[in-house]
Structure formats: structure tokens, C-alpha cells
């Protein structure tokens, strides 16, 4: 069997195979090869080893194997090294050249053979190129002989090298041995978003790295149920919605709506699968789960409605529930005290006193009873002695807050009394009309004057700071204005209140226009 070594050049798409010719080349050497354009500089990418007939005819077909002519040296390694940058210079020059002759191509790069008598201009085309005057254009600014070589878009991305998507060096200047086909259904079968700027290489075309999956994808897509199928398990219906390729895990929905990972290679195929498999002549795929299958699964959520499922079933008894569990004797919250040495000392002996008075002699909550007519004033004061007695003989007890009508209220009750009196009528009490703002006659209380609706006349204020002025500055001042007679009258007999009604004079009883002027 013939022995070859794998052998890399710089602008070549694939590895190449020589004959090593007893030279001892090994992998990682740089050797000096033999081809049909001459001699050339490039690097061993694997050991010497022997391959069968067979597997030549297959890789190189109808072409010589080469030979390996040595091993590079130190001076072969410098060489290599100034053609290398003879040809990095080169390319300005090429470009320029291309620029200046307006042909459709793009320069990748110019190398030159290791014998140094040739130079080889490569570049991409999407078209044939009439590139014959470039030739002699190239020649008479390098003086050397010039080959021109077409190359694809994906022999470029090669050439220049990057990085792809992953982040990672492209794989056709990394490892890549040749440009196999790459097709969009590899993509579809891999369930990749059918979007060209995801899918698509540096070169513009399908990444070659959609090919290295295709298989295993199809393998398992092949052995496990079709997506949206419908599989029983222990805790009812399952729906596969989702594939997990590269683990062979399949994605189940239960009817909870709770999601379970299943290995395709745990699932069984029941009977019904295993004869629908024969009258179509597919294979069989599984559509079963089992319970030793749910019991391996370390989800919390799966044990839990496992369990669940036992206690419906019978199979574990329901656990008794104790009633100490359940409930617990609270103990009530001794209040903190507020005040001082005085309060605490109160608060001791109204307990005493409670306690010793016993639960029929509790004090209770006393609610003061509004009769109607007083207006909340008539009897302000004998509710609030009681109220305070009551306070200060049961302690503890509680008094409800109620509005405070204020003196004006009261004020005007008395006068009420004493227009009636004066009118000869008999008395009535005075109705007092509760207004928003007034806060039940207590801002009427602060202010000194009695609540709206309740205020004597213009007349008879006139008339009570002219007695009340002429009482106290009579004998000093003399030379002051009397007051008009009919202001002029006794200051201890009571005034009738004066009171207007939209109904119009004639109409009598307490208030009354009438009344007022009988009074006065």
C-alpha cells in the first residue's frame, strides 16, 4: 500500500497528498513539495501513514502523487519568509493595475512560487474575465512570468480567513478540507430561523458549520414521535412541543399545563404503536411513559402531583391531621401603660373595683339622648354633670363624643324664650337650622355671635349697643347723640326676636313680625 502525508499551502482550498520519498516528514514540519506549477513551500498537517488503492483513486483520481523533496531548512524558511512579502507588496500594485484596465474583478492576493520565477495573481470574479492586457501590464511591473487564477467567493473567505458568528475562526481557513454542498433544508431540519444574515457565512453563502449537525438531527427526528403528538403518562395526556437534539430529550406538556423533560430512550411503544408500525411499514416510534420513567425525575412539581395521584388512588393513606396543628391558645396582650406612676396606680384600682364589683355591675356606655326640640343646647349642662359623676364614680367607663352647640346656641335659646313672653304667646323652642361649616354651632361659639339663621335684627343690635354704650359712658359724656326713641327702651325687660318670613305680615306666633311689634 502506497504511504502518504497531508500537506497544506496557503492559497489551496484542501489538504494535499505526496508521497513522503523517505524523507521523515512528520506533522507540523514545513516541507518543500513538487507540483505542476513547480516548486512550493508548505506546512505537514498529519504523519506519514499507508492508505489502500482504493481510498487513493478516491482522493486524487486520475493525478500523480508527488513526491516530498526535503525537509524545509533555515535557509528555505527565510526564502519562504521574503516571498512572502514580496507578494504583500505586490497586491497594491495589482489592485492599481485592475483599477486602471476597469474590469469586473476583485484582487485577493498575489503569491509567489518558491523558485521565485513565477508569480500567481488571484482573484474573484462572478464572471468570465478577458484579463489579457492586464497580463502584460502585470508582467512588465513585476518581470516575472504571471498566472491568472479565478477563485469563488468561498475560496476567498478561506484565503483571508476571519470569524464567524461563534466567535471563532472560520472553518474553512482552520480545518476544513474541501467545500461540500450546503443546502436550506439542513437548516430547517435543524429548526434554525430561516433568516440569511443568521444563516449565512462570512462568504456570503450558508455556513458550512449547517452541515455538521444535519445528520444527527435527522437520526433522531427519525426514532422520536413527530412534533404536537399526543403521549400517555401517569398523569395524563402529554403534547410534545419542543426537541432537544443534542441530548435526545424530548419536551412534554401535560394537561396541568406543567412541562416535563422526557429522554427519547426512556420512553416504551405501547401495542397499538407496535401494529400501526407494521400496516404502514415505518419504524416504530415510542408514545408511552412510564411511572419509573416520572419517578426519576428530580422536579419537585412532578413528585408532588405523583403523590397526589397516590392519595386519589388509595394508595397512600391521608395523613392524620392532629389538632394541635391546627389550633393554638393564644394568650392576650397586656396593654403597656401610658402615663405615669398615678395612671398605673388608676388603672389598678379601677380594676379592683371591677373585679369586685362583678360582671352584672359593669360599666356600661352611656348615650346621650337628643330630645327634639332642644336644638343639642337646651340641656347641655345636665348631661355633662351626669356624664362627669358617672366618669368619676366608674372608672374606666367611656363617654362618646358628640358636637358642641358653644354658647351662642344657648344664648340664642334664652332669647327665643323671652320674644315669645313678650309677644304673649305661649313658649316654644327655638329651631335651629344646621348649616355646612358651622360644625353643629361650635365656630359660632368661638366667634362670640350665635349661628346663622338664629341673629337678631339690624334693629335690635342697633338698639343693644346703644343701651349697653349709654349705660356705662352717660354721666362722663353728655355730649354724645341719645339714642332714637324708638331704640330707647328697658334693658332688663326681654327683646322680641324678630324674624322674617318669605310668606309675607299677618302670619303670627313666636318670630313673628306681629309678635315682634307687640313685644317691642
Known amino acids: 500500500m502506497p504511504a502518504i502525508i497531508p500537506v497544506r499551502f496557503t492559497y489551496a482550498a484542501r489538504d494535499l497528498w505526496f508521497d513522503p520519498a523517505g524523507t521523515g516528514a512528520q506533522e507540523g514540519d514545513h516541507v518543500i513539495c513538487v507540483t505542476e506549477r513547480g516548486q512550493e513551500f508548505g506546512l505537514a498537517t498529519g504523519d506519514a501513514r499507508e492508505v489502500s488503492d482504493e481510498e487513493l483513486a478516491e482522493t486524487i483520481g486520475h493525478a500523480q502523487l508527488r ?14 519568509e521574503e516571498l512572502e512579502r514580496r507578494g504583500e507588496e505586490a497586491l497594491p500594485a495589482f489592485r492599481r493595475h485592475v483599477a486602471e ?17 513565477k508569480a500567481v495573481c488571484y482573484f474573484a470574479a462572478e464572471e468570465r ?20 487564477r ?10 483571508v480567513g476571519g470569524y464567524g458568528h461563534c466567535g471563532q475562526e472560520l472553518c474553512c481557513r482552520r480545518f476544513a478540507m474541501g467545500f461540500d454542498p450546503v443546502s436550506i433544508r439542513m437548516a430547517k431540519e435543524q429548526d434554525l430561523p430561516l433568516n440569511s444574515t443568521k444563516i449565512s457565512g462570512a462568504c456570503g453563502r450558508l455556513m458550512c458549520c449547517l452541515r455538521y449537525e444535519f445528520e444527527a438531527y435527522r437520526d433522531f427526528k427519525g426514532r422520536a414521535p413527530k412534533r404536537n403528538a399526543v403521549i400517555d403518562t401517569p398523569l395524563g395526556k402529554g403534547k410534545i412541543i419542543e426537541y432537544d437534539t443534542p441530548k435526545e430529550q424530548i419536551v412534554l406538556r401535560l394537561e396541568s399545563g406543567k412541562q416535563i423533560r422526557v429522554a427519547l430512550a426512556d420512553m416504551t411503544a405501547s401495542e397499538a404503536a407496535h401494529k400501526k408500525s407494521e400496516e404502514l411499514g415505518c419504524p416504530c416510534r415510542p408514545d408511552t411513559v412510564t411511572r419509573e420513567v416520572l419517578d426519576r425525575l428530580e422536579s419537585p412539581d412532578v413528585q408532588m402531583a405523583l403523590a397526589e395521584l397516590d392519595r386519589k388512588m388509595g394508595v397512600t393513606a391521608e395523613p392524620e391531621v392532629d389538632a394541635s396543628d391546627l389550633f393554638v391558645d393564644t394568650r392576650r396582650k397586656r396593654r403597656r401603660a401610658s402615663g405615669g406612676a398615678e395612671a398605673q396606680g388608676e388603672k389598678g384600682r379601677g380594676a379592683a373595683e371591677l373585679s369586685a364589683a362583678g360582671a352584672d355591675e359593669a360599666p356600661t356606655r352611656r348615650r346621650r339622648k337628643r330630645r327634639p326640640g332642644d336644638g343639642g343646647a337646651g340641656n347641655a349642662a345636665a348631661p355633662a354633670a351626669s356624664a362627669k359623676a358617672d366618669a368619676g364614680s366608674q372608672p374606666g367607663t367611656r363617654r362618646r363624643r358628640h358636637h358642641q352647640a358653644g354658647e351662642g346656641a344657648a344664648d340664642a335659646g334664652a332669647q327665643g324664650s323671652g320674644a315669645g313672653s313678650g309677644s304673649g304667646s305661649g313658649a316654644q323652642p327655638v329651631k335651629r337650622t344646621r348649616r355646612p361649616g358651622d360644625r353643629g354651632g361650635q365656630a359660632a361659639a368661638e366667634k362670640g355671635t350665635q349661628p346663622r339663621g338664629m341673629q337678631p335684627s339690624r334693629r335690635k343690635r342697633g338698639a343693644q349697643a346703644s343701651g349697653s354704650g349709654a349705660g356705662q359712658q352717660g354721666g362722663e359724656q353728655g355730649g354724645q347723640r341719645p339714642a332714637p326713641k324708638h331704640m ?3 334693658e332688663t ?19 313673628s313680625e306681629g309678635g315682634a311689634g307687640g313685644g317691642e
Open 67 to 80: 513526491d516530498v523533496l526535503r525537509i524545509a531548512t533555515d535557509d528555505d524558511l527565510a526564502r519562504a
Open 101 to 117: 484596465s476597469g474590469l469586473d474583478m476583485k484582487p485577493v492576493g498575489v503569491e509567489y512560487l518558491f523558485d521565485g520565477d
Open 129 to 148: 474575465v478577458d484579463f489579457r492586457q492586464l497580463v502584460r501590464d502585470l508582467a512588465r511591473e513585476f518581470h516575472v512570468r504571471i498566472d491568472m
Open 150 to 159: 479565478q477563485i469563488g467567493v468561498r475560496e476567498e473567505a478561506a484565503i
Open 488 to 490: 330707647q327702651g328697658d
Open 493 to 511: 325687660a326681654p327683646k322680641a326676636r324678630r324674624r322674617r318670613r318669605r310668606g309675607g305680615r299677618g302670619k303670627g306666633g313666636a318670630g
